[in-house]
């Protein structure tokens, strides 16, 4: 399973410099909602990383579907999560609460 990373520019260099090979750029909605659909098309990808702010502009079905979604499991940075915290993410993703 990999890492895949949605965000302009700015929000995915940092991820590159880590070594995340699998790093979209969508600096526009329509960009956006493009790569996000191919990357949960993508059956390799376990965790989708997006900036909070980029999970209030993509269209309310979509972030539903990212909400619920357990493969991958999407982790939202910054601004407003708009959902469930990464522990309990994780829990769900997982079966099994790690903080315990």
């Given at each position: 399973?990999?890492?895949?990373?949605?965000?302009n520019?700015?929000?995915?260099?940092g991820?590159?410099?880590?070594?995340?090979?699998?790093?979209?750029?969508?600096?526009?909605d329509?960009k956006?909602?493009?790569?996000?659909t191919?990357?949960?098309?993508?059956?390799?990808?376990?965790?989708?990383?997006?900036n909070?702010?980029?999970?209030?502009?993509?269209?309310?079905?979509?972030?539903?579907?990212?909400?619920?979604?357990i493969?991958?499991?999407?982790?939202a940075?910054?601004g407003?999560e708009?959902g469930?915290?990464?522990r309990?993410?994780?829990?769900?993703?997982?079966?099994?609460?790690?903080?315990?």
């Amino acid at each position: 399973m990999e890492i895949a990373v949605i965000g302009n520019s700015e929000f995915i260099v940092g991820f590159r410099l880590a070594g995340i090979r699998k790093t979209y750029a969508a600096d526009d909605d329509r960009k956006l909602v493009e790569q996000i659909t191919n990357v949960l098309e993508d059956e390799g990808i376990g965790i989708l990383v997006m900036n909070g702010s980029d999970m209030a502009r993509i269209p309310q079905r979509l972030r539903i579907t990212l909400e619920n979604s357990i493969k991958p499991t999407v982790i939202a940075i910054g601004g407003e999560e708009g959902g469930l915290s990464i522990r309990e993410r994780i829990k769900r993703s997982v079966g099994v609460d790690l903080w315990k």
